[in-house]
T-cell receptor, first 112, second 112 residues
Framework: DAGVTQSPTHLIKTRGQQVTLRCSPK?????VSWYQQALGQGPQFIFQ???????QRGNFPDRFSGHQFPNYSSELNVNALLLGDSALYLC???????????FGPGTRLTVT | RKEVEQDPGPFNVPEGATVAFNCTYS??????FFWYRQDCRKEPKLLMS???SGNEDGRFTAQLNRASQYISLLIRDSKLSDSATYLC?????????????FGQGTTLQVKP
């Protein structure tokens, strides 16, 4: 039973560039949430996708956008990268109304 | 005031010790509560959900005090492998609307 997978593992980008991160949910899960975790902090909720629509959004600017595909996988896009966007980006999945979310290994993004 | 507050520690304890972590949350309407464990540079992993009646899983006991908006985690007979960061997590709306709110995390270092 495959858990949540994310790609790539690591990524280095330059300020102003754009990046796309990918996530495949755990088998049987249909809901995907994205979190940003800065060093020494807890994860911060970015948004959640369910039935290919953004269901809820945290306090992140419009530079952060996402998408969910019919197979429930998801992408996180960040435009006009800033140095402060350097963080671990975590994807979590759950099934339906289940509140317990399971996390992928994350993508570590470094913006130089 | 942060929505979820934890003492960041670090807590340095010898093997076999009992250690307790505390967490407070600001939204009195919060419905679901969890403890996650995060190893260095890894993803958070669900340790246990926290119920009003309290719950126990082996050496781990979680308690919830709704009146005081306080959550605790007790670890008995600490093992070296318990060394990690423990994240207190709240879902303010209960049913899955995605937004898990994480505390900063409490770091535990168990020494031989």
């Amino acid at each position: 039973d495959a858990g949540v997978t994310q790609s790539p593992t690591h990524l280095i980008k330059t300020r102003g560039q754009q990046v796309t991160l990918r996530c495949s949910p755990k088998s049987g899960h249909d809901t995907v949430s994205w979190y940003q975790q800065a060093l020494g902090q807890g994860p911060q909720f970015i948004f959640q996708y369910y039935e290919e629509e953004e269901r809820q959004r945290g306090n992140f600017p419009d530079r952060f956008s996402g998408h969910q595909f019919p197979n429930y996988s998801s992408e996180l896009n960040v435009n006009a990268l800033l140095l402060g966007d350097s963080a671990l980006y975590l994807c979590a999945s759950n099934r339906g109304q289940g509140v317990e979310q399971y996390f992928g290994p994350g993508t570590r993004l470094t913006v130089t | 005031r942060k929505e979820v507050e934890q003492d960041p520690g670090p807590f340095n304890v010898p093997e076999g010790a009992t250690v307790a972590f505390n967490c407070t949350y600001s939204n009195s309407a919060s419905q679901s509560f969890f403890w996650y464990r995060q190893d260095c540079r890894k993803e958070p992993k669900l340790l246990m959900s926290v119920y009003s009646s309290g719950n126990e899983d082996g050496r781990f006991t979680a308690q919830l005090n709704r009146a005081s908006q306080y959550i605790s985690l007790l670890i008995r007979d600490s093992k070296l492998s318990d060394s990690a960061t423990y994240l207190c997590v709240v879902n303010p709306l209960g049913v899955n609307t995605g937004k898990l709110i994480f505390g900063q995390g409490t770091t535990l270092q168990v020494k031989p």
